[in-house]
């Protein structure tokens, strides 16, 4: 919304004040103004009113006229002039010599032989309107040669304010509601709004008029005719023009001056299309076509502004083509009312039409205003207009008030709530500033909130520091830290756990972490051949390729992979990340949070960067866990999952997720000379994990026994099972020391050393628990391959 | 006799100086001391002499054996010493002027940014918590004071789920679970609820530079009995003067949002030109950083917490935003997009 400090300084005088610093207060203390603030007129200077006095067709030009000018001066000026209006005895706006007009200074200039001594100017070129029909032509009755300055608001400070910012405060939608803002921030006393008194009218007859719907707060109009005026005054098509609104004909110009100066919308119908005028729904949908010429589609829970049945305009949006003014309009009725605003905004989405006037029903227009606005409109009509009639009493239902907002609180609460020290002086006169009404009882205070504040927008008492402290200003806040109790405060064991996994990924493994969407992105699955499965799906996903939630990050992830080829020879992604499973036994998302990696290499075969992400999985579980990992085949159920490798991964008897090589289909699509593993695991599930202390042994002061024993063998699991199961405290550490294949087939070999906490031990001593080993694995049919070391 | 010595000698000088290796050293050690060595011939040559001659020989070949094995040991000590220069002068002299090579992990940058406003607010007591992407209707909007048909809820396009649920729209989803997890401690134990809640926010909208619809927020909110503005401005300011690890000039202005009354607009003074103006502030000298306000009596009622008797604040920080302006990463999409050569820049930021 434009906002126009002239407009405003009719409300309050800010004469002597720094404009610019009140701008820039009432953006910190009101609403955010835009960066650009516009200083009209300040490229004008030296334009005064002229008359022509003479006008003569150019000898060789069609275009040109050669015109004599009288600037109130002794000589008459000769002008060259392309504008096709001019005529004599026709006042125009007038540049002299010397005068700036935008980027041009004028001095006498030849034009195709004639030499123009000024130049009358267009509404265009003075930056007043977008008319360029022609030269301006004047109509007041002014001296000729006064500055226009003196006598039109050329000269004006126009700022911006978001329409955002003000979609809590439907008092801010027109100037008189900024300028009670300007009084407050300035000290300054705001205007009554200078209104005519329609009392003096209650005898004339009033207009059948019945609210038939709720959704219609109050409604009020008048009747009005015998208009003679035309085309706007000058000062009112600017300040419109400035305003960003175009100036159409007087009264259209009128009712748009209104609702930019109280906020109220208002709407001017043709009477003789308004005589039984009634507010209500229909039962079934039809066509109404808006003034704009547009045939809308109406449902039922649109509310209609009819003439008996017949519809006439759309409450709160627009008015229909049928009762629009027209050249034979000799009587008219004024609409000033307010509707439900809820009902307003979703009748604006239904019909994806947003106008001046819904964009301010939406906000809660206070009901007060609209008697108070047609006042105001008999006034300004009357006096732009001395031959306009009001034939009507004003008719006025008002079916809906609001309740009156009371609010007490004691100066304690404010002083908790600010922190700061605000006397009780200053909070009644800020109050008051804003039109509240305050009493103040000892410490006590007693506050009726203004009804322009009171339709949605001030209701606790929170709502009144607001009032207080934006005024205060938050820049003199005295600002100082909170005194708490202190406590210790420990990490939740989930976040700790991803910090620390994060760490050892990025630190000991250079991996990268990644950042990725929580939707299966349909394209780059079908690009790998990954099925989209049946996830939870996603209602208003305005893209169909992000339709559903993911199930895990794997798919995401191999697609990450696939985009990074050529990156390196060799690289690591993880990324921790949510999924969901699906839809739970109690209806709502069974969702996970997980950590993905997966391993890329062009150098290593499969198997080895498998064994090297097993060894990533482990030192992490080791690490921030003290647990070892186990592993488990499992099946494969999803199109990227491996048939073969792929093992479910427990800890301490939690199942964490999964490890596992991707299928081949998969894999060729992604690189074919790469390979590709991952792992899944759920960070929930681990953070459930206890971290078992570190189990300390001492190191034997006596000498230790190696014994390394090769088992033929496809697995190593029976080997470990059976070490496990010899339970001997007297072994220190198990290795594999070598895995090989020859003619026998597979061989582990496995690396036992014994030792003895307090004495040598003998081989003796060894032996027999090798043999136990040896003994139970031979009976398994696992033979040893070498026989016995010692 | 004593010409024999001094000739052994002259010839054991001749020898050593000829010696160039520790084995070469050994041999005349062997040759002149060793027991058939010359010195120790010598002696073998005492049994014609008189007693008298036989002490004065002795002592003589005595004095030229302990000699050689000094001059022996002298110079094995000699040849270490240069076998030792040999070697540091065989290593060649490395070229430090190749670039190292620093191959090594990364940190998403959110990851770093995350941290590091965490790290600020753990030092001062705040907890921080974690909460899930999709949550319900009353999470996201009616805790929140932001009942249906609110005009609210048009501010946020936000994607919802076949089942109902939604993904969040903003971190303050959050806020009701906290109050209700916490506040039997403030009330029975008077510890303050202090926590901070980063997360992954959604929002239904096109993408461009500008725009994402996956991004990261940190909600941090703190209540006790007697938390006010004053409070807020200064949490503010501490923890972007940290972040920035600058002095940075914050200012308020009203702002609307439901969950708080009264809500603010927190701007910071531009980092790049200091509050002169410049294009990246549209030269206001501003940067619009993060709603903030008092928590509305409303939000804290529906948390289970008596808003007569205790009142807090609540801040969001846009973590992607600030991401992007501490590392001026100019296409917000870049953070998102999984690509290595923009990613594997963010090895840490402590």
New interface residues.
């Given amino acids: 919304m434009f906002l126009s400090m002239n407009w405003i300084s009719d409300f309050v005088d800010l004469s002597g004040l720094d404009k610019m610093e009140l701008i820039s207060k009432f ?6 103004v835009e ?1 650009d603030i516009f200083f009209k007129g300040s490229d004008i200077s030296g334009v005064v009113v002229a008359e022509i006095k003479s006008v003569e067709n150019h000898p060789e030009s069609k275009k040109l006229h050669l015109l004599k000018v009288d600037i109130g001066e002794d000589e008459l000026v000769d002008v060259v002039c392309g504008a096709p209006n001019v005529r004599v005895g026709m006042k125009t706006a007038f540049a002299k010599l010397g005068a700036q007009i935008g980027e041009i200074t004028i001095a006498p200039r030849k034009l195709a032989g004639y030499t123009s001594n000024g130049m009358c100017c267009s509404e265009q070129e003075l930056g007043i309107s977008d008319s360029h029909e022609g030269i301006m032509d004047i109509t007041d009755d002014v001296a000729l040669g006064t500055d226009l300055k003196s006598i039109y608001e050329i000269d004006d400070i126009i700022f911006e304010v978001d329409n955002k ?1 003000l ?2 405060r439907p008092d801010l939608w027109g100037h008189y509601g900024i300028a009670r803002e300007f009084a407050a921030i300035s000290g300054r006393e705001l205007k009554p709004i200078p209104v005519t008194d329609l009392s003096m009218y209650d005898s004339l007859e009033k207009i059948d008029l019945k609210i038939e719907d709720p959704l219609c707060q109050r409604y009020s109009c008048l009747k009005f005719g015998n208009i003679s005026v035309h085309k706007s005054p000058v000062n009112m098509r600017i300040r419109l023009f400035y305003c960003g609104m175009r100036a159409l004909n007087f009264l259209a110009d009128l009712t748009n001056y209104l609702m930019l100066e109280l906020g109220q919308p208002m709407h001017a119908f043709d009477s003789r299309k308004v005589e039984k005028i009634r507010i209500k729904r229909f039962d079934k949908p039809f066509t109404f076509k808006t003034l704009d010429g547009v045939d809308r589609k109406i449902d039922e829970n649109t509310l209609m502004i009819c003439n008996g049945d017949t519809p006439v305009a759309i409450a709160g949006i627009m008015g229909g083509l049928d009762s629009e003014i027209v050249d034979d309009t000799d009587t008219l009725t004024l609409e000033s009312a307010t509707f439900d605003a ?1 009902s307003i ?2 009748s604006t989405v239904r019909l994806s039409h947003r106008t001046d006037a819904s964009m301010r029903y ?1 906000k809660s227009l206070d009901p007060e205003l609209t008697p108070i606005a047609v006042a105001r409109f008999v006034r300004l009509l009357q006096e732009i207009d001395s031959n306009a009639e009001v034939i009507s009493a004003l008719t006025d239902e008002y079916a809906f008030k609001y309740d009156d907002v009371k609010l007490s609180f004691d100066k304690a609460f404010v002083d ?5 020290e605000i006397d009780n002086d200053t909070i009644v006169k800020t109050l008051l500033s804003l039109g509240f009404d305050v009493e103040l009882d000892g410490d006590k205070f007693n506050v009726e909130v203004p009804s322009w504040r009171a339709t949605k927008d001030v209701t ?4 009144i ?2 009032e207080i ?2 005024i205060y200003g ?2 003199n ?6 005194s ?4 210790p ?4 064991q ?2 700790s756990d991803e ?1 620390r996994i ?1 760490d050892i ?3 000991r ?10 939707w299966a992105y349909y394209d780059e699955y079908k690009a790998l051949g990954i099925e989209i499965e049946n996830n ?7 893209n169909p390729n992000i339709k559903t ?1 993911r199930k895990s990050i794997v798919p995401t992830q191999l ?2 992979v696939k ?2 080829v050529g ?2 020879t060799d ?3 993880f990324e921790v990340g ?1 999924v ?1 499973e699906g ?1 739970g036994a109690d ?3 069974d ?1 996970h ?1 997980k950590l993905c990696i997966t391993l890329y290499s062009k150098t290593k075969d499969t198997q080895d960067i498998y064994f090297e992400l097993i060894d990533i999985l482990s030192v992490i579980a080791d690490d921030i866990k003290h647990e070892a990992l186990s592993f488990e085949k499992m099946e494969a159920t999803h199109s990227y999952q491996h048939p073969k490798n792929l093992n479910e991964i427990s800890c301490a008897g939690v199942k964490l997720g999964e490890i596992g090589i991707v299928n081949s289909s998969v894999a060729k699509k992604i690189d074919k000379k790469a390979n590709v593993v991952y792992a899944e695991i759920d960070v929930e599930a681990f953070a459930t994990i206890k971290n078992a202390s570190i189990s300390y042994v001492e190191p034997s002061k006596f000498p230790e026994i190696e014994i390394d024993l090769s088992f033929v063998s496809a697995s190593y699991a029976p080997i470990a099972k059976a070490i496990e199961n010899a339970k001997c405290s007297l072994i220190r550490n198990v290795s594999v020391a070598d895995i090989y294949t020859d003619e026998t087939g597979k061989s582990i070999t496995v690396r036992i050393v014994f030792a003895h906490p307090e004495r040598t031990l003998t081989k003796e001593e060894v032996l027999e628990v090798v043999n136990v080993i040896v003994d139970e694995l031979d009976a398994q049919s696992i033979k040893l391959k070498n026989g016995l070391p010692m | 006799m004593s010409d024999k010595t001094t000739k052994v000698r002259e010839a054991f000088l001749n020898a050593l100086a000829e010696v160039n290796s520790i084995e070469e050293l050994e041999k005349i050690r062997v040759e002149y001391i060793g027991k058939k060595g010359f010195v120790t011939e010598l002696l073998k040559e005492m049994k014609d002499l008189s007693n008298e001659e036989k002490k004065t020989f002795g002592q003589a070949v005595n004095v030229l054996k302990n000699e050689v094995n000094d001059m022996i040991n002298a110079k094995r000590e000699e040849l270490k010493q240069k076998e030792i220069e040999l070697e540091n002068s065989r290593m060649p002299e490395f070229d430090v002027s190749i670039p190292a090579n620093l191959k090594r992990g990364s940190y998403h940058p959110i990851t770093l940014v995350q941290r590091q406003c965490e790290e600020i607010f753990k030092s001062m007591g705040f907890t921080v918590e974690d909460y899930s992407e999709i949550v319900t209707d009353y999470e996201c909007f009616e805790s929140l004071n932001i009942p249906k048909n609110h005009p609210a809820r048009d501010m946020q396009d936000t994607y919802y789920l076949e089942n109902g649920q939604l993904l969040k729209s903003q971190t303050s989803a959050a806020q009701n679970a906290i109050y209700k997890k916490y506040k039997d401690a403030l009330y029975n134990e008077g510890k303050a609820i202090k926590a901070i809640f980063p997360g992954r926010c959604f929002r239904n909208e096109a993408t461009d530079a500008c725009h994402e619809n996956t991004f990261f927020q940190m909600e941090g909110v703190m209540v006790d009995k007697n938390i006010s503005i004053s409070n807020l401005i200064f949490f503010m300011k501490t923890m972007l003067s940290e972040v920035f690890q600058k002095d940075i000039k914050v200012r308020l202005r009203p702002g609307f949002f439901p969950f708080v009354e009264p809500g603010f607009e927190l701007d910071i003074s531009c980092l790049i030109c200091g509050g002169d103006g410049c294009p990246s502030c549209k030269h206001s000298g501003w940067l619009e950083l993060c709603p903030c306000g008092m928590i509305h009596p409303e939000v804290l009622k529906a948390g289970g917490i008596d808003p007569d008797e205790y009142t807090g604040f609540a801040f969001g920080l846009g973590l992607t935003r600030l991401a992007m302006m501490k590392y001026g990463v100019k296409d917000i999409r870049d953070l998102n997009s999984g690509s290595l050569k923009t990613l594997s820049q963010f090895t840490d930021d402590k």
Wanted: charged share 25%; aromatic share 10%.
């Fill in positions: 953006s910190l203390s009101t609403a955010e960066n910012s979609t809590n809820a905004r979703k939406e908790k709530y600010t922190g700061i606790i008492k929170a709502d520091i607001e402290t934006r938050y820049d806040f005295d600002i100082h830290t909170a708490v109790p202190l406590y405060v420990r990490a939740a989930e976040k910090d994060k990924l990025v630190k493994y250079s991996m990268h972490e990644l950042h990725s969407y929580v939870v799906e996603l209602i208003n996903a305005t939630i697609c990450q985009y990074n990156y390196d690289f690591a992604l949510r969901v839809i209806g709502l998302c969702e949070k």
